[in-house]
């Protein structure tokens, strides 16, 4: 049985609400934990609802240790309360709201079914709600693992042993029925064996023994039964431990720094920074034939434009994910509303540069020092706007050693990011001898603007195709709704010296176009994209990526898994270049590969979990999979057909290995 549960008789607008899925089970069944173990698959559950911003991720209990065989399973017997906190909008109007969850689970025994379940619960909107207060008590007295900050150590002895150092005052390892180690992930160790443990002085030390050292993570539970007053009591604790190859010290930290610069660097070769550069070269070439200072100037204005936007996106980045949301780079273009403003910016640049209307002389061309440093300011943040959905080689083991660092340090690493993609930029203002190859300011600089403009009408074409998939065909005609608006509203600033009914029409539009782009926040959540097999242009036939999938594609044969999304133009060059191509089409079908796409254009917490695995928090990633390996092939960020071929037609790592 299943059923929805909340200590809340109604839901507060705008605050939080926590709710929980009971599971109750026949006598010998149980289900599963998030990593189940040696066999079966965690419970899923995914909410929806009028006015729903977010769900945490599932709090989940401490689990059993399940035998069965030379396997061991962790999961639940009997029944487990599975909990999360709703984040709501304003909900100023609604009388009511129906909660619908989608659930998964598995439910085994001697076999194993697989259950599938909808339930709804209506709640009624209220400014105070009532609490039931035998329900309180459940959801706050859940037997949920303690965090071990502040009295736990771990040191990484070699690539796969680890050591635990717990301050334990008082400990008696006799007292302790059984002490293992439980993952958060699989197939990272051997869950039969126990690690090894020793107390010295008021600390106990345990060994644990890894068997794959290809992690970014290796978060777990430090779990263990006690005998306290002649009962065996389960308990846990949280124990964070990042991979080998990622600590803190000086060396991994100068090479952090240095990949990130040179990452940065690469960055302004990538497809993305295309429709900017032209913005930037304008500006460039009105101050060929200016004083060095004031070059010298735009290139300081820009790189503190880079720098600082690389940081705040970070800033945000880091807070997001440290309140559980399962994000990775290039969050913001996952978001439709992100996406239309962002098409509305590049068509006023457009316009701007095709001169419908003036703003000083288009973004980024200096017409008096402040003017020009506004535009250096401005060009810089657009660059990365556009830019930091992209990776570049290098960018990407930076980010991820970035994002498990304290934030100080991440933040470096982000800056440098920022100053590795400005340096070009920076270094050509202070080489007046580049400079002067560059052709003197004149009338023909008018023609090169407006053919820069479409430049910024073919990025916003781009991002509406992304909007088309993200949001449908209705989220397209909002945006075009709200740029028609806006379109307006210049036209009446530029034409008149808005007074009357002029002023009204203009604060009308500008309403107007500001309701339609929140219709795209209501309307993106219930849209979501199909997950269906597509084809590709060079007719190569792809799955949706699911773990399970590619557990069942590994035993079967070779796999190759790309990590892409619509929004990265990157992705979208190698697709076409090497991917959806006649050689690799008849290469995988002559070599008998599965291909999986795992599709991030929309946010996808799992898929930003399986980056994570490998160091990653944005895409493109691409990976070949032998048969029966575990351990895969990462290829280059920029991919040709060729590296497809030698990665396929190499051994695996561990054929290697026993040769």
Request: aromatic residues 8%; contains cysteine.
């Amino acid at each position: 049985k299943a059923r929805i549960i909340t200590p809340a008789s109604g839901i507060v607008s705008g605050e939080a609400l926590d709710v929980g899925v009971e599971l109750e089970l026949p006598e010998g069944w149980h289900t599963y934990w998030r990593n189940p173990g040696d066999s079966g698959e965690p419970v899923s559950l995914t909410w929806s609802g009028q006015g729903l911003k977010s769900s945490s991720k599932i709090r989940w209990p401490i689990p059993d240790r399940i035998p069965y065989g030379p396997l061991v399973n962790l999961g639940y017997k009997e029944s487990v309360l599975l909990t999360q906190r709703l984040a709501f909008e304003n909900l100023v109007g609604v009388d009511a709201i129906e909660l619908t969850v989608s659930g998964r689970w598995l439910v085994c025994e001697a076999v194993c079914i697989p259950e599938t379940k909808v339930m709804t619960l209506t709640l009624p909107v209220v400014e105070q709600a009532a609490v039931n207060p035998e329900l309180k008590v459940r959801f706050d007295q859940l037997p949920l693992p303690q965090r071990a900050a502040g009295i736990s150590e771990t040191r990484w002895l070699s690539q796969t042993d680890l050591e635990i150092r717990l301050n334990f005052p008082g400990i008696d390892l006799s007292r302790l029925d059984g002490l293992y180690f439980l993952p958060f992930e699989e197939g990272v160790l051997d869950l039969t064996v126990a690690p090894t443990a020793v107390v010295e002085a008021d600390q106990i030390v345990l060994g644990v023994g890894f068997e794959d050292a290809s992690r970014a993570r290796y978060d777990g539970l430090l779990w263990f039964q006690e005998w306290v007053n002649g009962e065996r009591v389960t308990a846990a604790f949280m124990i964070e431990v990042p991979s080998p190859n990622d600590n803190s010290g000086g060396l991994a930290f100068l090479q952090a720094i240095l990949m990130a610069l040179l990452g940065g660097m690469i960055l302004n070769l990538m497809p993305c920074v295309f429709p900017v550069l032209s913005i930037k070269v304008l500006g460039l070439m009105a101050e060929a034939g200016g004083s060095q200072q004031a070059q010298r100037q735009q290139g300081w204005w820009y790189t503190c434009g880079v720098i600082a936007s690389f940081v705040l996106i970070a800033l945000v980045l880091m807070v997001l994910r440290a309140v559980g949301e399962q994000i990775g780079w290039g969050f913001q273009l996952q978001s439709p509303v992100v996406v239309a403003l962002l098409a509305i910016l590049f068509l006023l640049l457009g316009l701007n540069l095709s001169g419908f209307y003036t703003i000083g002389s288009g973004i980024s061309v200096n017409v008096g020092p402040e003017k020009g440093r506004l535009g250096a300011l401005s060009s810089g943040v657009l660059a990365v706007v556009i830019a930091a959905p992209c990776t570049a080689p290098f960018m990407g083991a930076a980010l991820g050693y970035a994002l498990v660092q304290p934030p100080l340090i991440g933040l470096t690493v982000f800056a440098s990011l920022g100053l590795g993609m400005a340096l070009p930029m920076l270094l050509l203002s202070y080489s007046p001898g580049l400079l002067a190859v560059l052709p003197r300011p004149g009338a023909w600089m008018n023609r090169f603007k407006e053919g820069a403009a479409f430049l910024m009408y073919a990025t916003m074409i781009w991002l509406l195709w992304i909007l088309i998939q993200q949001a449908g065909e209705f989220g397209f005609v909002l945006t075009a709704l709200s740029a028609l608006l806006v379109v307006f509203a210049v036209w009446l600033w530029q034409a008149f010296k808005p007074t009357g009914l002029q002023r009204v029409l203009l604060l009308l539009s500008v309403l107007g176009a500001g309701w339609a782009i929140s219709q795209i926040a209501v309307l993106a959540p219930t849209m979501p994209r199909p997950e269906q097999a597509r084809a590709g242009d060079g007719g190569i036939q792809s799955e949706p990526y699911t773990e399970a999938l590619l557990r069942a594609a590994k035993a079967e044969g070779p796999v190759f898994v790309n990590f892409t999304a619509d929004w990265c133009i990157t992705c979208k060059v190698n697709e076409v270049v090497a991917i959806d191509t006649e050689g690799t089409t008849e290469l995988f079908e002559a070599l008998g590969v599965r291909y999986l796409k795992a599709d991030w254009t929309l946010e996808d917490p799992k898929i930003t979990a399986a980056l994570a695995r490998f160091g990653r928090v944005g895409v493109p990633l691409y990976l070949v999979y032998h048969r029966g390996s575990e351990t895969p092939l990462i290829l280059p960020q920029i991919l040709t057909g060729e590296m497809i071929r030698q990665a396929l037609q190499t051994r695996a790592p561990a054929e290697i290995n026993d040769a």
